[in-house]
């Protein structure tokens, strides 16, 4: 099985193999990108993947097996996100800078381009701002593309359980966000 | 729970299943009490959807970056097998802490069998012997963890 492979391959790197590290970076770079992607200013992606993967290797000894691999690289995800916001909101004058990095990206910026990144902006903020077990779920579902069943399976939840976790997190972002999207 | 609210989470549910199996929703199928939400996973979707890959240069620049960390971290030199690099490092820290403890036991039980306990803290000389053999238990102690440390880090 797939997550057992993780395992396995961690384990390895753990003993200094570090093919198999590459193995399990890029199984998860996409992914990893991704979430990262719908949470973050666009700009801002390449560098907090690649804190997050150096964070990875870091920490790699602390990884104990107990846990899937996945949930374990997901944790550090979500701190270095956390870390990221933490460290925006300490130095930079947050919403116009946000819109100006968004815009700086935008080639061709017209107006609905911007309405656009606006919109995005609002839900990459709402998506971070909410609960994590929130997070997970829609991430899960909407950036990992999981069927319900299999997030019901590797959480060892009923999948009714697990569809009304998501509407509790959709209707967690609705009340970050308000009527903004 | 109540059951208009299960049947909410499942309408809302087949709703996303549909939206990433690229069915387009109709306004009219969807439950009034389920609008906003149902308009919310579809900017979520949006959003997902625009993520993309990674480049092909950025991947080879992180890679490079990652095996810089990787020999800075010393994983190169480590060896790929045996028993203490495989041992996570709470529980190398337990089993050095659990040798402490029981190396200061063994040494409190040798003093007490030879009649030593009694000059605990009695003047002889500036250290007892059961004193010196503490310290001496501790130190072979300590230099037991700091090597299974060394070879940790290795």
């Keep these: ?181 | 729970m109540n059951h208009d609210q299960v049947d909410l989470d499942m309408e809302l549910a087949d709703i996303t299943d549909r939206l990433l199996a690229g069915q387009d929703i109709d306004a009219a199928e969807v439950s009034p009490e389920n609008e906003t939400a149902a308009a919310l996973v579809r900017s979520l979707h949006q959003m997902a959807r625009t993520a993309s890959t990674p480049s092909a240069a950025y991947r080879t620049r992180l890679t490079q970056r990652l095996q810089e960390e990787w020999n800075t971290q010393g994983y190169s030199s480590r060896r790929k097998s045996g028993v203490l690099s495989t041992f996570p490092v709470r529980r190398l820290a337990s089993i050095a802490a659990i040798l402490v403890v029981a190396l200061v036991g063994i040494i409190f039980v040798i003093a007490y069998q030879s009649g030593n306990v009694s000059t605990l803290g009695a003047a002889h000389g500036p250290l007892g012997d059961t004193t010196s053999l503490i310290i001496a238990g501790m130190a072979i102690a300590l230099g037991i963890v700091g090597l299974v440390i060394y070879i940790r880090r290795r």
């Design chain 1, 1 to 181: 099985m797939r997550v057992d492979d993780d395992v396995q391959l961690a384990i390895l790197a753990q003993q200094g193999d570090r093919e198999a590290f590459l193995t399990l970076y890029n199984r998860y770079l996409n992914k990893v990108y991704n979430r990262v992607k719908s949470r973050i200013p666009v700009s801002d992606v390449e560098d907090v993947v690649q804190e997050i993967f150096i964070a990875t290797i870091r920490s790699l000894q602390s990884f104990e097996h107990r846990s899937q691999f996945n949930t374990w690289l997901y944790t550090i995800v979500n701190r270095q996100i956390a870390d990221y916001y933490r460290k925006r909101q300490r130095t930079i004058n947050d919403d116009l800078t946000v819109t100006l990095d968004d815009i700086e990206n935008s080639v061709a910026s017209s107006q609905n381009t911007r309405e656009n990144m606006d919109e995005q902006m609002a839900l990459k903020r709402a998506l971070s701002s909410i609960p994590e077990h929130y997070q997970q779920i829609i991430l899960l579902r909407l950036v990992d593309q999981l069927p319900f069943a299999e997030i019901a399976a590797q959480r060892g939840q009923s999948i009714e359980a697990v569809k009304s976790l998501f509407r509790r997190a959709i209707v967690a972002i609705h009340e970050k966000i308000g009527d903004k999207v």
